[in-house]
């Protein structure tokens, strides 16, 4: 047993004092290797710091700039559109006036329908294609063409209003996404170490979709150019409505004018041929009034040849009872005899006169009923021209929207 036990090993003097030398010059070493160690560490933070500190407030830089940045496009997109809500409400008030112009002329278009439907009563010969019926028929077309022209613009317009939203749309989606950016990159920016940041905040993007600076900007530019499109769009179609209201208006006014002008001059001609019509009217009546004494003095005269010739019948009558030694053929037999010749002559030429006479009655008379037909005609003529036609016609009124 004291054979496997050996007692401890017994160092020298000099063996304690070597090892105590190499405890010291080993704890010297670690311990001027923990200095240097502890330099770097402190020379490193101090240089992350400083780093840390710079890259920080480079950061911050960069984030003000954006944020300027994001604000000078908000104010650009502000700009646009104010402009295009501007455009926009001209627009709609624009198509109000379109519309109102439309419901105008249904108006004037049934009063030109009906004053052709009215004039087409007129009879005789007054049913005529004068200037008033062509002016009337003009009118027609003039404002259904009207109606199609407006119909159309205002088409047109409410699809560049529908192009002004759409682009406004744009914008504020765009406005929007760059309000909240730059509400993110204000928040960044305050942020201070250790500071909790709210679960909504905390979003990841897919991969790739994010935009470069040229493409960030690029979108931007074409939203404000298409604001900017449609804006110079807008102004051309005002000035296109102003241009076709004006038009229209002055179109519709001198229409109308000149059809009332003929219609006036229609009815003026109309009484002035009534008028002379009752001025050969009266003449038919006096030579009516004539035609009939006349005819009453020849019947009359008739009368009187024929009591003549009785007279000169019972005269020769009595000069032939005349006794046998006194019938003779003396003076006053022939005289007898021509009076009689000459009696017949004269029955046949007032016969003749007669007749002709009754004949140029009848002709008379005929043109009396003609011409009073023709009166009738007239003041039938008149009285739609002027009650009917110049009456729905005072009824219309040209505004110009």
């Keep these: 047993m004291s054979e496997l036990i050996k007692p401890p090993k017994i160092f020298t003097p000099n063996e304690w004092f070597c090892s105590k030398q190499l405890k010291y010059k080993n704890a010297d070493a670690v311990c001027k290797l923990a200095q240097n160690l502890d330099f770097e560490c402190d020379r490193s933070i101090e240089e992350i710091k400083n780093r840390t500190d710079k890259t920080m407030e480079d950061v911050d830089k960069k984030l003000e700039q954006r944020i300027k940045n994001l604000n000078f496009w908000k104010s650009e997109l502000e700009n646009k559109l104010a402009d295009i809500a501007k455009k926009s409400d001209a627009l709609h008030s ?15 278009l049934h ?19 004068d200037d008033p019926h062509n002016q009337l028929m003009r009118e027609v077309e003039l404002f259904t063409r009207i109606r199609t022209l407006l119909n159309r613009t205002i088409e047109q317009a409410i699809e560049q209003l529908r192009l002004n939203r759409k682009s406004a749309f744009n914008m504020k989606k765009d406005f929007l996404a760059k309000q909240t950016a730059q509400n993110l990159d204000k928040y960044a920016k305050s942020l201070s170490f250790g500071e909790h940041i709210p679960d909504e905040l905390k979003c990841i993007n897919p991969p790739g979709s994010s935009l470069s600076t040229a ?13 900017d499109r449609q804006v110079q769009n807008s102004n051309q179609m005002l000035s296109l409505i102003d241009g076709i209201l004006l038009q229209v208006f002055n179109d519709q006014k001198q229409q109308v004018d000149s059809t009332n002008w003929a219609i006036k001059k229609r009815v003026s001609e109309t009484r002035d041929t009534k008028r002379k019509l009752e001025e050969h009217l009266s003449i038919i009546f006096k030579e009516i009034s004539d035609m009939e004494d006349n005819i009453t003095e020849i019947k009359k005269a008739l009368c009187d040849v024929k009591k003549t010739s009785t007279i000169t019948g019972i005269r020769r009558n009595l000069r032939d009872c005349r006794p046998q030694t006194e019938l003779c053929r003396d003076t006053p037999h022939y005289r007898i005899l021509d009076q009689a010749i000459e009696l017949q002559m004269d029955t046949d030429t007032l ?14 008379c005929r043109r009396q009923l003609d011409l009073e037909e023709q009166i009738q005609i007239k003041s039938q003529s008149l009285h739609i021209e002027e009650a009917q036609v110049q009456g729905m016609r005072s009824s219309i009124l040209i505004k110009h929207f």
């Design 94 to 108: 624009y198509i109000v006036r379109l519309k109102m112009a439309l419901d105008a002329t249904a108006e004037p």
């Design 351 to 364: 016969q003749k006169k007669l007749h002709e006479a009754e004949e140029g009655l009848k002709a008379l």
């Design 111 to 129: 009063i030109s329908q009906q004053c052709i439907a009215v004039r087409n009563e007129r009879k005789g010969i007054d049913l005529v294609a």
């Design 215 to 227: 493409e960030w900007q690029a979108a931007v530019q074409r939203n404000l150019d298409e604001a």
